[in-house]
């Protein structure tokens, strides 16, 4: 029996399966690692991560997928969107 780990969210910069983090909420963008929110955080205009986080550009939180009724499965190297009822191929940009 294959048994998969479930993740709330893909991170933007590694591709990585992600249950907490930084999330840029306007743009979507998820980060595992502080450094890639603070390359993030600079690249749309910000001085540092502090910046942004004073600007409410940004909040470190966590998710449970499954809570949510949608998680992410990696499977021999491709993303899949999963429910209680689906799985569906994602694209790995």
Known sequence: METTEKFARICSAT???MNEGFLFEESLMYFIE???AERYAIEIGYADLDEAYDDDAYCYTEWDGEDEGEW???HDGQWYECTNDSKIVINNN
């Open 15 to 17: 591709n990585e399966g």
């Open 72 to 74: 992410y499965e990696k």
């Open 34 to 36: 502080k450094h890639d």
